[in-house]
């Protein structure tokens, strides 16, 4: 009986410490999102800049290709249908 409580105990604390992780992921997120939507910001402040928008758009390349992975990935499997990731995909894999 003993081992049991121990068991619970343990799952009890694993389940916590996941609800808090994923509580501390979305205040880092919302903070991304604050972050994001201060460097749009800036480079409408700055789009007259042609250096500075370049080096935004070469910035902001991969973050569009990676979501345009996870949406198609993410619509496939709302379907049923097989997807395959584009090679090098970071994210969209682990939404298989």
């Known amino acids: 009986q003993p ?3 121990e068991n619970d105990i343990n799952i009890e604390l694993t389940i916590q410490s996941q609800y808090e992780l994923i509580e501390f992921r979305k205040a880092e997120l919302e903070e991304d999102k604050k972050i994001f939507k201060s460097l749009l910001d800036i480079v409408l402040d700055n789009i007259e800049n042609d250096h500075f928008y370049n080096a935004y758009q070469k910035l902001k390349q991969p973050l569009v290709t ?4 996870c949406q198609e990935a993410l619509r496939a499997r709302s379907q049923q249908q097989t997807w395959k990731p584009p090679r090098g995909s970071k994210l969209a894999f682990w939404l298989q």
């Open 3 to 5: 081992k049991n409580i």
């Open 66 to 69: 990676e979501t345009t992975a």
